[in-house]
């Protein structure tokens, strides 16, 4: 009989008309734990093995054995690597930071979307819907002056990111940051931390907050998957979030996903 879960081993069972002093041999292993157990009397006895599978740690997809080199040390890591991407151990380093910036944006894009899009609807303000924000002109600076400003602003945020991912730490020491560096206080590459950017000091002991960083990256995977439905629906009906999920709200039966893909594809 087998079950499979993950990584081997094997438990040999005995069977005896009389009776049998079992002596077991446990080998353990980071995956599992082999267990043997050898009868007393072996002329008078029925023994059958039983193959069965443990698995320490959780993965994307049940039964499915991780990679080696995704061993669960990251925050997130459920083995999810089909295309083998993080084979190497400095594309794997860039991957997280990667997917760590990109799930922060998406964290705020989202949130962003739905509370002006919730004051749009409800008429507290008069905006305009998210994909039309950018064609807004604004009064206090032009098209090309915010262009310009955020590219130094962005550009340079981005350049001391990558500067402390080559070397760590040093964008900590004194001087490099127009002595903000304190207020910063660079806990490891991707988790600048301080005031400014940890003022309640969840994760002071980054080291140890495996539990934050956990919650961190889940949440930035949902607001991954939320931004592309939110772009989706936007192309699909030229609305916004609340829009579409009052009209759903309005019809639930014959306002869903199927209907209005339906309805586009005619």
């Not at 069965?52 to 690597?81: C, E, I, K, N």
């Not at 340079?156 to 070397?167: G, I, N, P």
């Amino acid at each position: 009989m087998a079950v499979a879960m993950g990584r081997p081993f094997a438990i040999q069972s005995c069977l005896s008309s009389s009776f049998c002093s079992l002596s077991k041999n446990i080998n353990k292993s980071s995956f599992g734990a082999a267990e043997t157990f050898f009868p007393a009397k072996p002329s008078s006895t029925r023994c059958k093995t039983i193959a069965v599978h443990a698995q320490q740690r959780p993965t994307w997809l049940p039964g499915l054995d991780p990679p080696p080199y995704l061993d669960g040390t990251l925050a997130g890591d459920f083995g999810f690597d089909p295309l083998g991407l993080g084979e190497d151990p400095q594309s794997l380093k860039w991957y997280v930071q990667a997917e760590l910036v990109h799930s922060r944006f998406a964290m705020a894009g989202v949130a962003g979307i739905l509370f002006t899009d919730l004051l749009r609807v409800t008429g507290i303000r008069k905006l305009p819907v998210w994909y039309e924000a950018g064609a807004v002109k604004f009064e206090f600076a032009s098209t090309r002056t915010l262009i310009v400003v955020q590219l130094l602003l962005m550009g340079f945020a981005e350049t001391k990111r990558y500067m402390d991912f080559v070397s760590p730490g040093s964008q900590a020491k004194e001087g490099s940051f127009f002595g903000l560096e304190s207020a910063l206080e660079g806990l490891e590459p991707g988790y600048p931390g301080g005031p400014l950017l940890n003022p309640l000091g969840l994760a002071g002991d980054i080291e140890n907050a495996h539990a934050w960083k956990l919650k961190e990256i889940k949440n930035g995977r949902l607001a991954m998957v939320a931004m592309a439905g939110i772009f989706v629906q936007a192309a699909v009906t030229h609305a916004g979030p609340i829009d579409n999920l009052m009209e759903h709200l309005s019809n639930p039966w014959h306002k869903t996903i199927i209907q209005t893909l339906a309805n586009s594809g005619s």
